[in-house]
DNA sequence: GTATCATCTGCACAACTGCTCATATACTAA
DNA sequence: TTAGTATATGAGCAGTTGTGCAGATGATAC
């Protein structure tokens, strides 16, 4: 059992009671987590910004980030789950895309925060 | 030395050059990543959150997390580092607030994408 | 000065992440 | 069928992250 928690008094009753009528769903919050989770990585991030541009396969994406076709392929995946981009198959080869006009959305506004 | 690395051809050298060309610095890759991982946790997300609403100090978070105000402590101020909260001082309390509009902005295009 | 309260910080540890390697799957061509 | 190419997947491992605990810091009251 934590011996820190909240011993000392809430200041706040009424402040703490208004967040949690505000808060929104665990589930909600969790999903949010993930989805931020997916940027915030550079090379997901790089994937995500080269896709911006046009489709590219997996190949394209591995010489251009210089690592192994595997770790694209894993952080594909992650980003497939979690709806950012989408592929079609063309014979062998596979093409990504962004699958979410927020996508580039969110990237732009982050850069906005950053860079001022 | 990666054996995997693309001892495939490069199927759309173009495309890579242009990604390449096109490409944010890797500086700025990586304060993006840093930026976003802000947003990827559950804790830091509530807090956020809690701090749209109005301003509270790290007594009445922690009673609002339900975690210990270590934790809290420890979470403002990797929110602070990234300039996403600011606080002010009322004799021993500190007064947590959003830093900036981006905050909120950012959430909101979050749970556009998965809500839909 | 001492005592108390709110907060911060260093450390330790379990849980998670991203990578590589090895292997499996899917498609094409002969 | 077999061989070759493109991508996917599972295991294992080093590095990172979030938390609680213990102790430190800063402010207030006496």
Redesign the pocket.
Known sequence: ?????C???I?HEQQVEKARRAALPPAEIDRLAQFF?AF?????LKILQALHLEEM???DLAAFLG????????????LRQMALVA?R?E?????YRLADAHVSQLILLALDHIRE
Chains 1, 2 share one sequence.
Do not use: F, I, W
């Not at 014979?91 to 093409?95: D, I, S, T």
């Open positions: 059992m934590p011996t820190d928690r011993q000392c008094r200041v989770k915030a990585d550079p090379t997901r396969c997996v190949c690592v192994s076709e595997s770790a694209v392929s894993h952080q594909l995946r992650l592929n198959r014979g062998p080869v596979l093409y």
